[in-house]
């Protein structure tokens, strides 16, 4: 078993084959190209599972780590291409190809009939080739390879419907807002690297040598915060974090299984991914921490929100995705580094879950939108029970997954703050009130689609649940209405050439089995992976000796501690801890220590140096938990229990509605602000500079010799030179002449000139020397 | 060994030159016959170089292989002095393959006034010229190939070109020779301020060895003219306003060696000469290269996002591409001029692949503007479309291809400059080009997505809809292959030609600091 780590390669090629032999072969083979994706997927998928299940009941393990030298960059660095095995890679391992499975299985039956159907399951084996590429990274530069191969996997799927405006735009708003976030990326892992480079070693992008390099006090501050800095930067944009997550609703542009894979479970965690990757380094400061905390725990509550006046189903789930992606950050930055990934990997299984069962839906409707859905728990009872389970999990149902991470990342939240950071206690609250707005939101989503009784399509019908809404209102959300069927419409690509689905006035029936496999499948798997990781596994029979915590930590992150902590102890310890005191502290780490010593944080609990505790139940947040999650699906039940709502509550909110409906303005700000001055003012500007400013100085120059030619014929030759001494040899004749002829390009001459000129200015440097 | 037959080197660059004299006796009627013979020719010259690179010793890639020294113009002691080593290996090679390619492409494309006899004789003696640049080790004879090269240029555009070649033509010629006037007198200064302490003073190997000779007024002086003649041939901005007038109006194969291999002429001349014969100049040039760089990448990028001309669009993307090859330079690091000569190659390799997928648009669509073609070119001829996405995504810097490793690698080496500039306080500043450079990266996304999205994506329009459009041909295939093929492999296995750099540019650089 343990050389099966040596081979996790073998799990980043075979998709890698299996992209380049549905290329190559595809469309000859009898299922289209799909069967070599699934089968590669397959086999990638039993190998991950080997390498879960020894780092699980080994774990913690040591990571296993081989490379090659990938190119010399000069001075003896090296560029690497290597792998790094320890529980935290097999983690990711087994979430990316599970969901892949699944969602290469339930494409098959999805994208049946569309043109472009082996295009589709190439692309679907390059993205899980390229996430894998990421997660193994034993370097932060292959990381980055990784992570803008798979930007370039999104942006093509998002523009699998080429044809339409829309699609096209979201497919570039992905590809360039997370492209933005990508200057940190860069920026990061050069400060970074060339960090370690001065420290001596010849592979300064080695993530173990970058992690040790940082504990062990050889990089300096500036280095640690710049480059950290700058990698959340580009876990930002990756990972869908405000501001920059503009571009993930509209991603829901591309096919659901893309969805589902893409921008659900796998590479929009690829950024909380690097920041637990780097954890070591990213906990040697405590602005970093902070930094992290305050934009997570922003993302998960103000995300939330939007999704409560969605329509469209994709776009519910897409708010949720993002508001998810903020609690793993947050949980990141107050410590929680299993809470923090621990919600990655249940999220990615329930969340994977939800997406397809989306699909599964919009298969069965032709229509993303809720008020088109209704009773269908009626007519597809597959896909609603196996969706009210995925909604379970979201929502934080007792003993379903999220229930599980969600209370982990609470718990992380709270210790944090009992140690005496007020980003704990932030976190811990609005992660609170977040988890009702979560349960909320899904409810709703819930009892609109499974409840009451079957609307149909009926697009006149869309907005009349607020038709005495503000006008404002009314209008915005009409323009939502109409971007959601615009994205809709891959189902209707999808529907059109698909045999025996066509009939759209028939009442919606359960989809086949190709889709019934994966919902089922991430169903049942939506509770083992909450109880490795909860505090009921060793009543389940699993050991507190052997849980998601002993799998995904790593040696280093045992070893690490707060350096920021350990100076606030320092002076708590020291009394009354002034300002020069604390100014003596650690060079560099001054701020940290100063914050600390102004709190004054009295409790410091012994959990302060271990990152990954043992999984803990805290009694008052279970409870806290279960009464928001109680609240929030009682209010669901009085407003949507009964089906649609002639009025829905959420859009008579006034100006909020307002806000909620244009996403806070978001992506006006990033349009008017960003978009708009680049490339309608600089841009030209910057042409128009190019074409009359300084090409204008280059033509006067031409000019000016044109006419000084002229003068020199005129007035010295004809009428001094011819004058006097008539028919000097090397006459100004000849040099009028020529330079009157600039346009006509008598090349000859130009050598002449060439040589009279360099003796003049050669006599001028000797005499200058 | 045969790296040691030095006329194996000198086979090669003459060759295209006896084929232009061929070129030039063969009757014009044989319109057919002349074009296959070129391809014969610059075949039998791209196989000596093969050969040559296959006797080519990499395990001592740093040291002159295939050396020839003989004496030439006894009277100032100029030597005819060839040798190649692993900074000249890629570009030499990249010239021949271009040129060959371009040969192969043209027997099926020629625009008016047609004439293959003259244009393909000019052809070959362009390629003597740019190929003589990269092997000559003396610095008459790099300044005679450097000068040869114009002329068969100036008239590629003057005669063959668009609309405005005549424009064209005459500037790019004069502002190169501008440039080219002050390079010459640092060369004279050079040569008279290294004469007392330097056997052959005209000796590219010999002047580096003395690294370092004169005071630090003259290494400014001359350095600074050397800066020009090099700068409006990379073209650094602000001396950039020449290309995209000679490149609009080019001939296809033109501005595809114009781009490949023209452009490369300076850098490669700010690396072999500038650098290690005037340390001291390039050191405090060096902040200044790398701002001017940097303006380069962010300004050539907008000024991309603004053209409606696919191929004027091309021909800024080259002044912010170049910026990313001028700032590993000024690093002034090892690291710096790997990622110079790799952004060199591979700015050779995909936009010159680009500007013959300009062309071919031409050739389809008979117009380059980008608001004409609107659009559905993936319908019309998909394949075409395709390529043009794969080469936009290399030349956006997408790692796994060709653009990528120039780029990040000339960021990071700017990160880490030379101890001599951290010691002079400019690290904030490297690190601020850093920055502006990665801010760059995404202006060049934005360019290439908007130009894709414009070009290739939605649904033909207008007159387009009943068009026919021809997708890749044959002949389009056979030229292009292996440029497509050669970007995938740069990017995939770096190795290729990091690995055949690192010892060349290692003993360079140890030869300048100290």
Known sequence: ?769 | MLNDQGWLLTVALFLPLAGAGLMAVMPSRADVLIRRTAVVLTGLAFAVVVVITAGFDFGDAGALQYETTVGWIDAIGARYHLGIDGISLPLFFLTYLLTFLCAIYTTKHLPEPGKPKGFLALMMLLQTGMAGTFVAFDLVLFFVFWELVLVPMYFMIGIWGGPRREYASVKFFLYTLFGSVFMLVAFLSIYFAARETVTNPWDIVELTQAAGFGSSTFQTWAFLGIFLGFAIKVPMWPFHTWLPDAHTEAPTVGSVLLAGVLLKMGTYGFIRIALPILPDGAMRFAPLIGVLAVIGIIYGSLCCIAQSDVKRLIAFSSVGHMGFVMLGIASMTETGIQAALYGNIAHGVVTGMLFFLAGSLHERYHTRDIATIGGGMLVKMPRYGALLVYVSMASLGLPGLAGFWGEFTALWAARSPAEALVADGYSGLYLALVIGGAVGTVLTAGYFLWLLQRVGLGRPTGKWVEAKLADVMTIEWVSWTPLLLLILAMGVAPVIIFGVQDAAVADLVRSFTP
Request: aromatic residues 12%.
């Open chain 1, 1 to 769: 078993m343990e050389q099966l780590l040596d081979y996790a390669w073998l799990v980043v090629a075979l998709p890698f084959a299996a992209a380049v032999l549905i290329g190559a072969f595809g469309k000859l083979m009898p299922l289209k190209g799909s069967e070599i994706g699934i089968a590669a997927v397959f086999v990638a998928w039993l190998i991950s599972l080997g390498i879960g299940g020894y780092t699980f009941v080994n774990g913690p393990i040591e990571a296993v780590e081989s490379s090659l030298t990938w190119a010399p960059m000069g001075s003896g660095f090296e560029i690497q291409l290597g792998q790094y095995v320890d529980g935290l890679t097999a983690m990711m391992l087994v979430l990316v190809t599970t969901v892949s499975l699944g969602v290469q299985l339930y494409s098959r039956e999805y994208m049946h009939g569309e043109e472009r159907f082996t295009y589709f399951f190439a692309m679907l084996s390059l993205f899980t080739f390229s996430m894998l590429v990421l997660v193994v990274a034993n370097n932060t530069l292959q990381a980055v390879v990784g992570w803008e191969l798979v930007g370039l996997c999104s942006f093509l799927l998002i523009g699998f419907y080429w044809h339409e405006k829309p699609n096209q735009d979201a497919a570039n708003k992905a590809f360039l807002t997370t492209k933005f976030a990508d200057i940190g990326l860069i920026v990061g892992v050069i400060v970074l690297s060339a960090g370690v480079a001065q420290t001596g070693s010849s592979t300064p992008f080695d993530i173990e040598t970058t992690i040790d390099a940082a504990m062990g006090g050889e990089l300096s501050t500036a280095t640690i915060v710049l480059g950290c800095l700058m990698i959340f930067l580009g876990a930002v944009g990756k990972s869908g974090q405000m501001p920059l997550h503009v571009w993930l609703p509209d991603a829901m542009a591309g096919p659901t299984p893309v969805s589902a894979l893409i921008h659900a479970a796998t590479m929009v965690t690829a950024g909380v991914f690097l920041v637990a990757r780097l954890y070591p380094v990213f906990a040697q400061s405590l602005v970093v921490m902070n930094t992290v905390a305050i934009v997570g725990v922003i993302t998960l509550f103000f995300a939330g929100f939007v999704a409560l006046v969605q329509d469209d189903i994709k776009k519910v789930l897409a708010y949720s995705t993002v508001s998810q992606l903020g609690y793993m950050m947050a949980a990141l930055g107050v410590g929680g580094y299993t809470a923090g990934i621990f919600h990655l990997f249940t999220h990615g299984f329930f969340k994977a879950l939800l997406f397809l069962g989306s699909g599964s839906l919009i298969h069965a409707v032709h229509s993303n939108n809720m008020s088109d859905m209704g009773g269908m728990r009626k007519y597809m009872p597959w896909t609603f029970a196996t969706f009210i389970i995925g909604s379970l999990a979201l929502a934080g149902f007792p003993l379903t997954a999220g229930f599980f991470s969600k209370d982990e990342v609470l718990v992380a939240a709270q210790i944090w703050g009992d140690a005496g950071f007020t980003m704990g206690t932030v976190v811990f609250w609005l992660g609170l009130a977040g988890a009702a707005v979560t349960t909320f939101y899904m409810a709703r989503a819930c009892f609109l689609i499974f409840f009451g009784e079957h609307r149909g399509v009926h697009h006149a019908a869309v907005p009349t649940h607020d038709e005495h809404a503000d006008e404002h209102t009314v209008v915005e959300h009409a323009v939502e209405a109409e971007e959601a069927e615009a994205a809709a419409h891959d189902h209707a690509g999808a529907v059109s050439s698909t045999d025996g689905h066509d009939v759209h006035h028939g009442s919606p029936h359960e989809s086949g089995w190709q889709i019934l496999v994966p919902l089922v499948m991430l169903a049942v798997l939506s509770f083992p992976v909450g109880f490795a990781g909860g505090f009921l596994w060793d009543e389940v029979g699993g050991s507190t000796e052997r849980n998601f915590e002993t799998w995904t930590a790593t040696h280093d992150i045992e070893e690490t501690t707060y350096p920021f902590a350990a100076a606030a102890e320092a002076g708590a310890e020291g009394g009354e801890a002034e300002e020069g005191h604390a100014l003596a502290g650690a060079d560099g780490e001054v701020l940290a220590a100063g914050a600390l010593a102004a709190e004054g944080g009295e409790e410091h609990g012994e959990s302060l140096h271990v990152l990954h505790g043992a999984p803990e139940f805290h009694l008052d947040v279970f409870v806290y938990a279960l009464i928001a999650f109680l609240v929030a699906v009682g209010g669901a039940w009085v407003i949507y229990g009964r089906g649609m709502p002639a009025r829905d509550p959420t859009f008579r909110l006034g100006p909020v509605t307002t806000l909620l409906v244009n996403k806070y303005y978001f992506d006006d700000l990033g349009y008017r602000f960003v978009v708009v001055p680049v490339r309608d003012k600089l841009s030209p500007a910057a042409s128009w500079t190019s074409n009359v400013v300084i090409d204008g100085i280059v033509k006067r120059v031409g000019g000016a010799a044109k006419r000084l030619g002229a003068v020199t014929y005129t007035t010295l030759d004809q009428k001094v030179i011819d004058g006097g001494i008539n028919g000097a040899a090397f006459s100004a004749a000849w040099w009028s002449d020529k330079l009157r002829r600039i346009q006509s390009g008598d090349v000859q001459r130009y050598a002449g000139a060439l040589l009279a000129g360099t003796i003049v200015l050669v006599l001028v440097f000797s005499a200058a020397r």
